[in-house]
């Protein structure tokens, strides 16, 4: 069964330092990696996504992708107390359809 | 990015009763959409795969008649939970995929509390 893990926190970091998200995946095959944020009561926002090894930056959010080690993680710089929610890591399985299977979701709390 | 429209937000009905949860992609013809359901502090877990003018797929373990899906059209999918049972009180969540992209636009979800 394809399996997404993530820790289920909550991480608490102080405003304006880094958060560091962690996500690993089942499925070596996996082709394409998601990030979304998740407010309580609302539905996922699409955050960031990674298809290539390595590095991808947009903003103050860095994805980072090891399909060696099948992990990926995402950055938050400077964090704010907005980014207070539960972020969820998403993988595309390899000739899934476009179906994403979804991790449990990491709870992050920035605090001031 | 695109818009993907969800009604209504909340439903509280009785159970036994019949609740229908409309998605439509406002700006952009979806193929494709995928219907999921999230329990509490749980992560979203895809029902079924509702396909234009076709039957929908749907995942092991979710059955067909009760969750009755219809995408009659390229931006509306609808979902309706037959003969709801407070077991089946959860939050449900479309999603639709534009074009050929990978990445998924999420409705706004449908909290659904069945008394």
């Known amino acids: 069964q394809k399996e997404v893990e993530q820790n289920s926190g909550p991480l608490s970091v102080p405003e304006g330092a880094i958060a560091s998200l962690n996500c690993t995946y089942s499925d070596r095959g996996s082709q394409s990696f998601f990030w979304y944020r998740q407010y309580s009561g609302k539905s996922p926002e699409l955050i960031m996504f990674?298809?290539?090894?390595g590095d991808k930056e947009d903003g103050r959010f860095t994805a980072q992708l090891n399909k060696a080690s099948q992990y990926v993680s995402l950055l938050i710089r400077d964090s704010q107390p907005s980014d207070s929610a539960t972020y969820l890591c998403a993988v595309n399985e390899r000739g899934g359809g476009n179906k994403l299977t979804f991790g449990t979701g990491t709870q992050l709390k920035v605090e001031l | 990015g695109a818009v993907v429209s969800q009604h209504p937000s909340r439903v509280i009905c009785k159970s036994g009763t019949s609740v229908k949860i409309e998605c439509r992609s406002l700006?952009?013809?979806?193929?494709?959409m995928f219907w999921y359901r999230q329990f509490p502090k749980q992560s979203l877990m895809l029902m079924a795969t509702s396909n234009e003018g076709s039957k929908a797929t749907y995942e092991q373990g979710v059955e067909k008649d009760k969750f009755l899906i219809n995408h009659a059209s390229l931006t509306l999918s609808t979902l309706t939970v037959t003969s709801a049972h407070p077991e089946d009180s959860s939050f449900y969540i479309c999603?639709?995929?534009?074009?050929?992209?990978?990445?998924?636009?999420f409705g706004s979800g449908t909290q659904l509390s069945v008394l």
């Open positions: 999603s639709a995929r534009q074009g050929n992209n990978e990445k998924l636009f």
């Open positions: 700006d952009f013809q979806a193929t494709t």
């Open positions: 990674i298809y290539s090894n």
